[in-house]
């Protein structure tokens, strides 16, 4: 008899409240069914500074070498040198223990094949399929598997300094704001002739500091310093460093998405056009710059996954989040703070620019977000019933996607509405040309979803 199991995977991996939802034993059946779904041989296992992590690993490695896997354990790690490592040492498979941006209570598993890239929603719905069938493939005793720790951060450090040389000698704060780039962050950008001044550079996996999303409220800290310390750029990072975001001279968060539009700009111009990829929530300066250097732009859904499989089936320049994941794929197909980071100090460099003169283009659209509290138990089934409401709450739509939750677009700004992948959430997103429209489009939004909210 099966087994019930709710849906586990999300946008970006496993992820839950520890003890909760996410319980040793769930993660010791994922190492189970994981290993078993390939019969691997070997895994690489990481983790990021939370204080579930420990627990969560011996978990996790249990169910490995139960079924016969080696596993090279990493300690903490960021999720993108994981994901290198996979690929690099030739793991079939990768497993990085983390809830990245999520508060400490919550913890997760990323999962990544032999090539780097994060599994598919076909390989999880399988390793999902496998554990409520309960097919798992135990090794006899005298084959099940080893645990050997290894620190191959140097295999890491040394790919992003023959493919990344600065020359100017850059003045930076950084803020891994306790998390799992504490000590590779600071270390990658000294190695690239960087001087680097910390903030929040203890492990410390309660995030006592900051909140692990790296955003403007968060960063206030880290603002104020850039200032004080005359610095050229401040650098944060969230709790598993594949995101980053950025702090000007002047102590000024720097706009997710100008930003991110901007560095698309950067590389579209470089090699004189090509497909560069984001999802649906990014702002519309987003296409407004790639057609102004000969690009092409494809949207996805929400979730790094989505965006790593559109990258490489369309063999895109370049890719990424207005969260602050950016994908390289010149390197690899994971989301990269830490490679984000020195290589838009590279761009700056090459284009001769202070970090508000690199963005200046990029035309101003004012973003708002909020968040409505909704049970992951019946977030999907309201935004499904918003889907067949939404044309009389925007009657003068002018194009409506449902790639990922509803987005409709109108004549001066559009707004997207979607049931979180990762926490109990409905998301809104706005943008409009003024503040006065996206405020307008957000109250409709606002009024509209919580009307509904009871189906």
């Known amino acids: 008899m099966k087994e019930a199991l709710k849906k586990l995977f999300g946008s970006s991996g496993v992820r839950g409240i520890v003890n909760n939802f996410l319980t040793p034993e769930l993660v010791c059946k994922l190492g189970l069914a994981a290993a078993s779904q390939i019969q691997a041989k070997k895994a690489i296992v990481g ?28 300690s903490i790690v960021p999720t ?9 040492l030739n793991a079939d498979l990768g497993f990085m223990l983390t809830a990245s941006h999520n508060p400490a209570q919550y913890n997760g598993i990323k999962i990544f094949d032999k090539t780097g890239l994060a599994y598919s929603d076909e390989k999880q719905k399988n390793i999902e399929n496998r554990i409520k069938e309960k097919k798992y493939i135990l090794a006899n005793w005298q084959n099940v598997g ?34 799992a780039t504490f000590s590779i962050g600071p270390k990658l950008l000294q190695n690239c002739g960087c001087n680097v001044t910390t903030l929040n550079a203890q492990p410390d996996g309660t995030f006592p500091a900051r909140k692990s999303e790296p955003t403007k409220e968060s960063l206030k800290n880290l603002s104020q310093i850039v200032k004080v310390v005359d610095s050229d750029i401040g650098i944060a990072f969230d709790g598993d460093g594949d995101r980053v975001a950025f702090i000007d001279k002047d102590g000024k968060f720097v706009n997710p998405d100008r930003i991110l539009a901007a560095f698309a700009g950067y590389v579209l111009r470089k090699i004189g056009g090509g497909i560069v990829v984001t999802n649906i929530e990014a702002s519309m300066c987003f296409e407004t710059i790639a057609k102004k250097f000969h690009g092409k732009v494809i949207r996805t859904r929400v979730g790094d996954v989505y965006l790593s499989k559109a990258i490489k089936k369309n063999k895109a320049v370049f890719g990424g989040e207005p969260c602050g994941a950016w994908i390289h794929p010149q390197v690899h197909y994971c989301p990269d703070g830490l490679l984000s ?23 101003k659209l004012i973003t708002l977000r ?3 509290f909704c049970s992951n138990r019946t977030k999907n089934k309201i935004l499904k019933f918003l889907k067949e409401k939404i044309r009389n709450a925007f009657p003068n739509f002018t194009d409506i996607s449902t790639v990922d939750g509803i ?8 707004i997207l509405i979607r049931a979180s992948g990762t926490e109990p959430f409905i998301r809104l997103t706005v943008e409009g040309e003024s503040i006065k429209i996206a405020k307008d489009i957000l109250e409709r939004g606002l009024e509209f979803t919580k009307e509904n909210l009871e189906v």
């Open 47 to 74: 983790r990021d500074t939370r204080a579930s992590g420990l627990m969560l690993k011996d978990a996790l490695i249990s169910g490995l070498i139960a079924c016969g896997v080696e596993v090279k354990f990493l």
């Open 341 to 363: 980071g020195i290589l838009l100090l590279k761009a700056l460099e090459e284009e001769d620019k202070a970090l508000d003169e690199f963005i200046a283009k990029v035309p």
């Open 80 to 88: 993108p040198v994981l994901a290198y490592l996979t690929k690099k």
């Open 146 to 179: 080893n645990i050997e720790k290894i620190d191959a951060t140097f295999d890491y450090l040394e790919m992003v300094k023959k493919i990344v040389s600065l020359k100017k000698n850059w003045k930076l704060v950084i803020d891994p704001g306790c998390g």
């Open 370 to 372: 909020e968040n409505i």
């Open 407 to 414: 987005r409709v677009s109108l004549e001066n700004g559009w």
